[in-house]
């Protein structure tokens, strides 16, 4: 009998255990994490911190969704080390753990701004269930905020501020949102966005410190530019350190991620990985992606546990992934790779409307739609079927996008 | 508050704006959707095109968490 053990149950984890038990009936099957609480919607924590989600909808599984499939689920359980040469899982508490074969699924932890009093009271970061509750009792009590982090989970905050009724300033290092995949044009639609809900965007700014009273909570944010930005409620969104100190000394290939080919697989046999952590072999870019996103991580956990039961490179992870903002009262959606790429087109249409496709090698690995989504299968599909099109970018650029307008592929 | 109701002509299936979300509830963020599913709810929110409970990939009763909140009701 196989012994499957699986450590972290975010969707990357939860759905590799659901896809062994499928493929494996026989096997045992343990999933491991350091949270008090099941698989929960992790893309749905915001809409709780906003105050318009209670929290029983976000809850996926119970613990007796892992007893019907007899799978022994470990909460609380922190992973130490991992001994992959005598395949030995080691938790701070709960013992020793043998493996056949092993996932890591452990996802990443929000990184904290390398400025004086970042860890004051007051001050958010956010990635779990328990955050999310934090983050809602502070902001129904606060008025002023602040938020660092131009990026996808940083506008997370400015929503929660604007549901919450906290006027706040949403520091920017450059001179936009996002700008490494937003134009002015882009950018500018998300800025009014924010505008609408009561937050403002300050360029060319960020946080040299932050400023405490005398109980150690948050007071205000100071720029580099010295400028003074009067808070009491904190959002922190720089990025994620990937969750893998545990793994120091198991001789995993690590490059700002666990090194993954196509089946999910590490360079130490049996050691596979799955979800936000891992550096992936992406078959449709041709090289190593990275994507922090919901539906690729359930993907990669399926994809995983395909081949860890399969014994075998039965399955490759082919996937386009989408991530969207629902803030606002026009639809975002990024899909694919938008940041990489050697060519891109774009065009603005209205006040809320924008787009922008970027390619490589001729072929379309990502891109950004604000307003209009309608054209996101039809670039979905011509990724997947890695057409080279960048030759007819106003085909693409048409309001709607009519695929038999395309001339016919040439023979490469 | 106003419920902007989607009417899909010809259909089994409409989506209702709702404003405030039971306990109970089954609730789905718009990137938790397949691709098509996706496409098939925008253009549904538009009102462009009927859809079928088999094509949109949803049931009737459930939540899904776009730019607002809207409930999947049988016509
Ligand atoms: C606020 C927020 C909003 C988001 N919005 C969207 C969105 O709109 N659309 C979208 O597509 N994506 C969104 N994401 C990203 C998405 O949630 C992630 O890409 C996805 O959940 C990653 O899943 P995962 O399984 O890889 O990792 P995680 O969900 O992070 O799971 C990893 C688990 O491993 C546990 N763990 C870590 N180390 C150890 C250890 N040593 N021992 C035991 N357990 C351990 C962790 O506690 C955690 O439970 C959002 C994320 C956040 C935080």
Same mark, same amino acid.
């Given at each position: 009998m196989t012994q499957y053990v699986i450590i972290g149950d975010g969707i990357s984890g939860s759905s590799a255990a659901e896809t062994l038990r499928e493929k494996d009936p026989d096997a045992q099957i343990t999933v491991i994490t350091?949270? +008090?609480? &099941? !698989?929960?919607n992790r893309i749905l924590i915001k809409e709780h911190a906003k105050g318009k989600l209670p929290e029983a909808p976000i809850s996926i599984h119970d613990e007796g969704w892992y007893e019907e499939r007899d799978i022994d689920l470990s909460l609380n359980t922190h992973v130490t080390s991992v001994d992959t040469d005598a395949k030995v899982v080691h938790t701070h508490d709960s013992g020793d753990l043998e493996y056949d074969k092993l996932l890591v699924a452990t996802g990443g932890t929000p990184t904290q701004l390398p400025v004086d009093n970042s860890d004051a009271d007051g001050i958010h970061h956010f990635w779990t269930f328990e955050d999310a509750r934090g983050i809602r009792e502070h902001a129904e009590q606060s008025d002023t905020g602040v938020i660092v982090g131009a990026g996808l989970l940083g506008i997370d905050f400015a929503a929660v501020c604007g549901a919450q009724g906290i006027e706040a300033n949403y520091l920017m290092r450059g001179d936009r949102w996002w700008r490494y995949a937003l134009s002015a044009d882009g950018a500018e639609i998300m800025h009014e966005g924010m505008r609408d809900v009561g937050v403002e965007p300050v360029f060319d700014s960020g946080v040299d410190h932050f400023e405490t009273d005398d109980d150690g909570h948050v007071t205000a944010a100071v720029d580099p530019n010295d400028e003074r930005y009067e808070c009491d409620f904190a959002g922190v969104a720089i990025g994620l350190s990937f969750? /893998?100190?545990? !793994?120091? +000394?198991?001789g995993l290939e690590e490059e700002n991620g666990l090194i993954v080919d196509e089946f999910m697989q590490t360079n130490v046999d049996d050691v596979y990985a799955a979800g936000d952590l891992t550096r992936f072999y992406d078959v449709l870019l041709g090289e190593q992606a990275q994507n922090g996103s919901w539906g690729s991580a359930k993907e990669q956990g399926r994809i995983a546990a395909v081949n860890m039961a399969a014994d075998d490179e039965a399955e490759q992870f082919e996937w386009v992934s989408s991530y969207s903002i629902t803030h606002f009262d026009f639809p975002f959606l990024s899909f694919g790779? &938008? /940041? !990489? +790429?050697d060519d891109y087109a774009e065009r603005k249409y209205s006040d809320t409307e924008w787009r922008r496709i970027a390619f490589k090698d001729g072929k379309i690995v990502g891109g950004v739609l604000i307003g209009d989504l309608s054209p996101q299968t039809a670039f979905k599909q011509l990724m997947r079927e890695q057409r080279v099109v960048a030759d007819q970018k106003e085909v693409l650029l048409e309001p709607s996008v009519d695929l038999d307008e395309l001339a016919p592929t040439q023979e490469q | 508050m106003h419920m902007a109701t989607s009417e899909l002509r010809g259909s089994s299936l409409k989506l209702t704006r709702i404003e405030s979300v039971s306990a109970d509830a089954t609730v789905r963020h718009v990137d938790q959707l397949e691709s098509e599913t996706l496409d098939t709810f925008y253009t549904a929110l538009e009102g462009n095109r009927p859809i079928t409970t088999a094509e949109i990939g949803l049931n009737a009763g459930d939540i899904i968490v776009g730019p607002e909140y809207y409930r999947v009701d049988l016509m």
């Open positions: 350091d949270e +008090g609480e &099941p !698989l929960y969750n /893998t100190e545990f !793994l120091r +000394g198991a790779h &938008p /940041t !990489l +790429g | -």
